[in-house]
């Protein structure tokens, strides 16, 4: 599977800059990481899934509170977590990465 890590790489630059701290008020449509599923992310097609990858990538290294990664870990992690997600589509994205990022 082909995945364009410039554009991972800038989704996780992005979101590790924006940080998790700031909560903006909740809306009729805002979201939360926590709700969506392995199921939710490998239905998007294309680069929506790499976006939505990078950014539970960016997320989680914000949180960790790191500014640091390595492009071939990334590489290694996305595809064990697509693995995971295909094997276990009803599981939390964000838990999933969370463990494969552990």
């Given amino acids: 599977m082909a995945v364009d890590f410039r554009l991972i790489l800038s989704a996780v630059i992005f979101f590790a800059a924006l940080g998790v701290g700031a909560v903006a008020a ?9 709700q969506y599923s392995c199921k939710d992310i490998m239905r998007e097609h294309g680069t929506d899934r790499d976006v939505a990858i990078a950014f539970l990538h ?39 990465m969370s463990k494969i990022k552990g």
């Fill in 58 to 96: 960016g997320f989680l290294l914000g949180k960790s509170g790191a500014s640091t990664f390595k492009l071939d870990v990334l590489h290694k992690q996305t595809a064990d977590f697509i693995e995971r997600c295909l094997d276990s589509p009803g599981e939390k994205a964000v838990d999933v």
């Fill in 26 to 34: 909740q809306e009729p449509e805002t979201r939360t990481v926590e």
